[in-house]
């Protein structure tokens, strides 16, 4: 059977291609209620990794000097579901979002939950980890923009 394609209903054999998954991107901006240490961020990258991945969500989160910008990626559904479990998250405060709609392609395909910050917080061995500058700006800050 080719790629892309699923046998049709009838079992004839003949193929059909599926549907283009439908994608949403959103990117929000948050100040932390409290100063996160690298065990701290360790412990909520992993648990949102394994909510993300059940969910077909990808995504990134910066976290530097106390405030928060992640970008989701996934089906509009489950996008929405983690935007609601973020609104109601007391970890954070002041809320932003700064882009939300429809995207052609996952940018962050390879990642439940990539994450960048000071390289103090790096936990040794994180898979997914990125370091930001001086400036708070990472490799992988780019990818957030609108399509």
């Known amino acids: 059977m080719t790629t892309g394609t699923a046998p ?3 079992g004839s054999g003949a193929s059909r291609r599926r549907p283009p ?4 991107r959103l990117v929000y901006q948050s100040t932390a209620r409290h100063e996160f240490g690298s065990l701290h ?3 909520l990258l992993t648990m949102a990794r394994l909510r993300n991945s059940a969910l077909g969500i990808t995504g ?3 976290y530097h000097d106390g405030r928060f910008v992640q970008c989701l990626e996934g089906s509009p559904k489950h996008v929405e579901q983690v935007w609601q479990r973020v609104l109601r998250d007391d970890r954070h405060h002041e809320i932003q979002l700064l882009v939300r709609g429809p995207a ?3 940018r962050f395909s390879q990642w439940a939950m990539a994450c960048s910050s000071d390289e103090a917080l ?5 898979v997914g980890f990125f370091r930001v500058n ?3 700006i990472s490799s992988l800050g ?3 923009s609108a399509d």
């Open 60 to 62: 990134h989160l910066l």
């Open 134 to 136: 001086t400036h708070g």
């Open 21 to 24: 998954e439908v994608l949403e």
């Open 142 to 144: 780019s990818h957030c």
């Open 104 to 106: 052609q392609e996952r």
């Open 41 to 43: 961020l360790f412990s």
């Open 8 to 10: 049709d209903s009838a």
């Open 122 to 126: 790096h936990v040794h061995g994180t």
